[in-house]
């Protein structure tokens, strides 16, 4: 019990840190934790993102049945279990709204994880997924297809989902996410962004295969 209740304040806390780093919104977002027996701690829906606790984080198991009898789970809940399904490498989902990651999701346009060393180190390639209805089981399908071998998809016309083995892993993937998308479109206007050469994306590649 100790330990499930540890589980539920570190999701609350990284929850409450998306909140403050202007990551997400009062009511967007979500994040998801694996536990060793398989079940999964998910945040509640129509909760303030930005005064979480570990009371508001519910419990399902793998085929979405409802193990929290007062937590109302995350719409996306169905979206997470795709996710776990597709990736069991992974025990942990951040979903969230950065402004500006979310912005190129809503032009369609690329996020270039090569313009610096730390993004192509914690980012590796960055996948899309095609505009679904959120919450839906379509939506929950299309990112499952695209995370196989990626860490990172971009919602489109949506918001963001990161992937780890650890919560620190999976946000700090959004995060930099999120500044990779930053520096790109500042650079764009004061002249244009150069990325790395590929000889250089190899290296860091090769380093972090180490």
Request: aromatic share 4%; glycine share 8%.
């Amino acid at each position: 019990m100790n330990e499930l209740n540890h589980y539920r304040k570190e999701i609350a806390y990284f929850m409450r840190r998306l909140y403050k780093r202007g990551l997400t919104t009062t009511s967007g977002g979500n994040i998801s934790v694996k536990l060793p027996n398989g079940m999964i701690l998910i945040t509640a829906s129509q909760t303030d993102k930005g005064r979480m606790k570990a009371q508001d984080i519910g419990m399902t198991d793998m085929q979405g049945r409802q193990l929290s009898a007062n937590v109302k789970l995350s719409m996306e809940t169905g979206m997470h279990l795709a996710v776990y399904k597709a990736r069991p490498d992974i025990h942990t989902i951040v979903h969230a709204h950065p402004p500006t990651a979310t912005s190129f999701a809503v032009a369609h346009q690329p996020i270039n994880p090569d313009l610096m060393g730390e993004s192509r180190a914690v980012l590796g390639k960055i996948a899309v997924a095609p505009y679904k209805l959120m919450g839906s089981q379509e939506l929950a399908d299309a990112v499952a297809k695209e995370i196989t071998d990626t860490h990172v998809v971009l919602l489109a016309n949506h918001g963001v989902l990161a992937v780890g083995k650890s919560l620190l892993e999976a946000f700090d993937r959004l995060e930099v996410l999120e500044a990779c998308a930053k520096i790109q479109l500042m650079s764009n206007m004061i002249g244009g962004a150069h990325a790395l050469s590929h000889s250089d994306v190899q290296a860091i590649d090769k380093m972090m295969q180490q």
